[in-house]
């Protein structure tokens, strides 16, 4: 999967008689390590509260090429209250739709104008996601932090549950992925019930903020490392949750002692998207988790993951050698508009469902 990046805020330009908004962009991986190697044309519009204020314009993308300037015509008195620049490849204002039968190839994202806004929400990007459940608004860092940018096995995670929530009473077919009894009454309940979520590495909140988003009467907490504490208050804030359902962030060092706030709980569903990248930090990460269901014996463990090297596999190694056994592999394809174009199969996250020694509930995959 490709995502729109702006590498610079957007700029007001006066040349001569001419008066123009400008932003350098780049189409690159999750990671930030591989650039669009296909032909796409980008769309572009100036937004004033996601209504259009200019008229669309198109950009050529063409492969080998590493960033790309947008420029669309601007007087300053078009440049009120609040504008931005949306950049996809769709020429709409609607949400990307992240849904496996939906893959649009490439996230778009916008930005807001320096000059024209407040300074807190210069240097950051919006995303606008959507599933069947659920629309969600996610900030990104503009910098080099991927710990605070989207990533590809976050979106699979996404619409994974989102399909499986969909599911309950339905025929299954040949597109359903994998799941188990557990997951399924566990989203069907939970209406009445409210799911209890923790979720490990998040990052700048995609994952607990559409869980909160798309499940009413949940609880909800989203844990990192003090840096990604100020992108997570940004998203938490903005979002709109449904109804009865609360939302917060933690710190969370897999290194040191469970803290307090989140050992006082007990949670139902443990949530961990592209954490086992850094194998050095995948010990810890699977400790922390078996002192989690220590404490919450009856949840489950969902896992999401892009494989990217082979030493990510002793991750399974670990989760067995302290109990933690793997009831589910589904797999979830991940759009890729170069792969298309030659014909080949997408890429894909792997989305796993695991749960304690001691579950409390006999469960058969399905």
Known sequence: MHYVRFLKSPKFYVDKAQSSVKALVTVSTDLGDDFLPAEV??????????????????????????????????????LKDTPSLLVNSRRSTEADDIRTSHLVGVLGASACIAGFNEASSIG?????????????????????????????????????????????????????????????YLLEASDKSGLRILELGSGCGIVGIWMAT???????????????????????NQARFAVGTRLGKEILDWEEEVPQSITAGIFNLIMVSDCTY?????????????????????ALIIVSMKMRH?????????????????????????SSVDRVQEGQS?????????????????????
């Not at 606008?128 to 991927?146: F, H, K, N, Q």
């Not at 399909?163 to 992925?177: C, E, F, L, T």
Request: one cysteine or more; glycine letters at 4%.
């Open 41 to 78: 044309k980008l769309q572009a519009v100036l937004l004033r509260r996601s209504v259009t204020i200019s008229e669309w314009k198109t950009f050529a993308w063409k492969p080998g090429m590493r960033a790309i300037w947008i420029e669309i015509n601007a007087s300053p008195t078009l």
């Open 124 to 184: 950051r990007v919006e995303r606008r996601l959507r599933t069947t459940s659920a629309e969600i608004c996610i900030y990104e860092d503009m910098g080099e932090s991927i710990a605070r940018h989207i990533w590809d096995a976050a979106t699979a995670l996404i619409a994974y549950i989102d399909q499986v929530a969909q599911m309950g009473g339905i025929q299954r077919d040949s597109s359903s992925p994998p799941t188990s009894s557990a997951l399924e």
């Open 214 to 236: 798309a499940f009413p009467n949940a609880q909800v907490i989203m844990t990192d490392l003090p840096e990604a504490m100020e992108i997570l208050g940004a998203n938490i």
């Open 278 to 298: 850094n194998c050095d930090s995948v010990p810890a990460l699977v400790q922390t988790l078996a002192s989690l269901i220590n404490r919450s014996p009856g």
């Open 310 to 334: 082979r030493s990510e596999l002793g991750f399974f190694d670990l989760m067995a050698e302290v109990g933690l056994n793997k009831l589910v592999e589904a797999s979830m394809p991940l």
């Open 346 to 366: 997408h890429e894909a996250a792997v989305v796993y469902v695991f749960r304690g020694s001691s579950f409390p509930r006999p469960d058969d995959t399905s």
